[in-house]
């Protein structure tokens, strides 16, 4: 068996990136991908199992790449401060393509993998959450906990994102009032 080239994979991710961003996510198939790189079709499978594999690997990709952004954009500030502009970068995020990119994670295997880069994104808010000095120390306790809290967020800035007329100003002055 002949061993996987990964400047290949990456030339087929970056192939199927090209095909979203040009002509949409309908476009997408794994003999487009195969002729644009020049390969069989055969050769594609090698590396992605269907469509939605390749999907999937690129979506990843695009969040791995959207927090080490965020994470060199926003590194000043309050907690809150930090968390507001996490909120705006990552809208401003989301109404880009990669909201159409995220219509293929509804299936189980997308949810663990975006689980996972979830959970990269609570680590971090939680160590910013640490680092701010000026958040209340008497507030934590096993039922309400930092992880828990970032998990709150989290999820409001979300359903935030997804309303027709979000009121960001309200959450932002209600987690103020909780922290500080």
Not at 5 to 17: E, K, P, Q, V
Not at 64 to 75: F, T
């Amino acid at each position: 068996m002949r061993k996987k080239d990964d400047t290949l994979r990456d030339t087929l991710l970056a192939l199927c990136r090209e095909i979203v961003n040009q002509e949409g996510i309908e476009a997408v198939n794994i003999r487009s991908i195969a002729k644009r790189a020049g390969v069989a079709t055969g050769t594609v499978y090698n590396y992605f199992s269907s469509k939605d594999d390749i999907l999937l690997a690129l979506t990843e990709e695009y969040w791995k790449d959207a927090l080490e952004e965020m994470d060199a954009a926003v590194s000043s500030g309050s907690f809150c401060e930090q968390l507001e502009d996490i909120f705006l970068f990552l809208r401003e995020r989301l109404c880009q393509d990669a909201g159409a990119r995220m219509v293929s994670l509804e299936k189980t295997e997308g949810q663990a993998r975006m689980a996972a880069v979830q959970e990269t994104l609570e680590r971090s808010l939680i160590l910013r959450m640490e680092a701010d000095q000026a958040i209340r120390k008497d507030i934590w306790e096993p039922s309400f906990s930092q992880a828990g809290f970032v998990r709150f967020a989290l999820t409001n800035m979300m359903a935030l994102w997804r309303a027709e007329n979000p009121d960001a100003p309200f959450f932002f002055a209600l987690v103020r009032r909780i922290l500080y």
